[in-house]
């Protein structure tokens, strides 16, 4: 029996995913210039992961407990953070980026007005407010700024160029607000978005997808819901849900072969997640917010990078008493979707079952 399931243990070693390390080349961004020109060359990318490791490392070495000992994170510079992963989408990005920019600029915008700035309006004004650690401080109200970083993920067409010349043409601010990463080798979108939250420098950081089927307006619910929640830290995920919209025409106009996928996936997630996870309704949605606290939590622990990836996000920060919220936004399809109905929705119960098992029986740890 020992023999069997170290037999069963090694398969899964095998076969469970193993993100490769970053390139030293990945680590880069390419902006526009002050002088409203392209950087010619590429620029060292920020990473507060780094950071944090070598204080868990530092830890280890000296003999404390990583674990209980205080590891804090880099301060935020900016109040928000952008991830768009971006395979061949040069077609699709200009319109989200549109739309993602005017929503950042009018409330995270260094000229803003503080009707907007940080998400709140004035009959919000007793919404916690939390520098990078998730401590309470005046300062907080005084956040402004914000980036987005653009994650090529292996693309072959003009993605990168044409995202750096639609940050060209924005001008001003929001022009050198904007950060383009080539990953030389495809990741997958988990792997995309895992390597962009590295590298965020917001106090808030929010993941969205290129094709611009959420509604860029409703992050500022998604930042209240996440203060409302947040620990004595300062952590916690807010997350976009299109479950109200089960049951309207852009529902319901899906094949039935996606709709019967969609809802058999649905019940794999309730029978294999753990509780608060399961209780998720919808762990697909590409709009997901975290508080700055709550990365170190989630982001170096991560392993999936395909479609999955979501729900070991949610895993991770269950499994660290990390609070998540669930907010109805607003949705709409778009055409171009690289999801093959059939075989990516095979592929992702598949993904499922491995990372259940993996975490599991500890074949994935968090050390």
């Known amino acids: 029996m020992p023999s069997i399931l170290a037999g069963l243990w090694l398969g899964l070693f095998l076969v469970a995913p193993d993100p490769r390390p ?114 309470a401080a005046s300062g907080a109200e005084k956040m402004r700024g914000w980036e987005v970083l653009v994650v090529s993920d292996g693309s072959t067409d003009k993605t990168i160029d044409t995202t750096l010349q639609l940050a060209k043409n924005y001008g001003g601010d929001a022009a050198g607000s904007i950060r383009v990463i080539d990953l030389q080798q495809n990741r997958g979108k988990g792997g995309a978005v895992t390597h962009g939250l590295r590298h965020v420098r917001g106090q808030y950081a929010i993941f969205a997808d290129a094709d611009g089927a959420s509604k860029f307006e409703d992050l500022g619910k998604l930042v209240d819901a996440s203060q409302k ?57 590409g709009f997901k917010l975290f508080s700055r606290a709550s990365l170190p939590y989630i982001v170096p622990h991560m392993h999936s990078e395909g479609w999955i990836f979501d729900v070991e996000m949610l895993m991770l920060a269950e499994s660290a008493g990390i609070q998540v919220v669930e907010v109805p936004i607003g949705w709409h399809e778009v055409k171009g979707s690289k999801l093959n109905v059939l075989w990516d929705s095979l592929g992702m119960a598949w993904g499922l079952a491995v990372l259940r098992a993996a975490w599991g029986v500890g074949v994935y740890r968090r050390s």
Request: proline fraction near 4%; charged fraction near 25%.
């Open 22 to 135: 970053p390139l030293q080349s990945e680590k880069t961004y390419r902006c526009v210039e002050a002088d409203g020109k392209i950087s010619p060359v590429e620029k060292q990318l920020s990473c507060w992961q780094d950071d944090y490791d070598k204080q868990v490392e530092a830890l280890k070495i000296s003999r404390h407990n990583a674990s209980t000992a205080k590891v804090e994170v880099e301060p935020a510079e900016v109040f928000m953070s952008l991830v768009v992963p971006a395979f061949n989408e040069e077609a699709r990005l200009g319109a989200m980026l549109s739309e993602a920019v005017e929503y950042l600029e009018k409330s995270y915008g260094r000229t803003a007005s503080r009707t907007h700035a940080n998400g709140n309006r004035a009959k919000r004004k007793d919404a916690r407010q939390r520098n990078a650690n998730g401590h």
């Open 229 to 285: 929640i947040e620990d004595v830290e300062g952590r916690g995920v807010a997350v976009g849900s299109r479950a109200h919209l089960v049951g309207s025409e852009a529902v319901v106009k899906r094949s039935f072969l996606r709709n019967l996928l969609m809802h058999s996936f649905h019940l794999l997630l309730r029978i294999l997640t753990p509780p608060a996870t399961a209780a998720i309704r919808d762990t697909q949605c």
